[in-house]
């Protein structure tokens, strides 16, 4: 199968440091490449410049024709406290183009779908942005420590809804610092420059 993702020679300053250079790897249907390194090595580095939010200071990262649309969701969940956890799925649904979504009920939230997020469990939060995947289908998840705040069951989850987004043919990059239950296809160790 062709490839959705290719990052070729890819190379990354920050603050005038060289984080890596020349890492090259592709991603197709179904493939986990797992990202690790000590802190400061590059790992939400390299998702943000796969997502176009940083410039690669060499390579290039390219998508095929398959790859229309991704989702990144960052170390941080990104949901405003003063709206409802059913409030942040409908607007996710609407600005991404879904259609209408069980992803509450997906994440075990259904109980806590008119609760404003601000309410919620750190566990709890990391589960509505998990939400945010599901909410409308995308075929690449470039995922910044997704199992942060979760609890063994939401780490179960977590790796299920990994799997489900695998077998329905999607890819998956995660920057990570422990497994998470879903076995990488590529695991990309980036070392401190």
Known sequence: MSPILSVHALGIRRGGRLLFEQLSFEAGPGDFIEVRGANGAGKTSLLRAIAGFLRPSAGAVEFSAAAAGLHFLGHQNGVKG????????????????????????????????????????????????????????????????????????????????????????????????????????????????
Do not use: C, M
């Open 82 to 193: 003063a709206v409802s956890a059913r409030a942040h799925v409908d607007y996710w649904v609407g600005l991404f183009g879904g259609a209408a979504s069980d992803a509450l009920e997906r994440v075990g939230l259904q109980a806590q779908a008119e609760l404003p997020a601000r309410v919620l469990s750190q566990g709890q939060a990391r589960r509505l942005a998990l939400a945010r995947l599901l909410s409308a289908p995308r075929p690449l998840w470039l995922l910044d420590e997704p199992a942060a705040g979760l609890d063994a069951n939401g780490r179960d989850l977590l790796a299920g809804l990994i799997d489900a987004h695998r077998r329905e043919g999607g890819v998956v990059v995660a920057a990570l610092h422990e497994s998470i239950g879903s076995a990488p296809t590529q695991t990309l160790n980036l070392g401190a420059a």
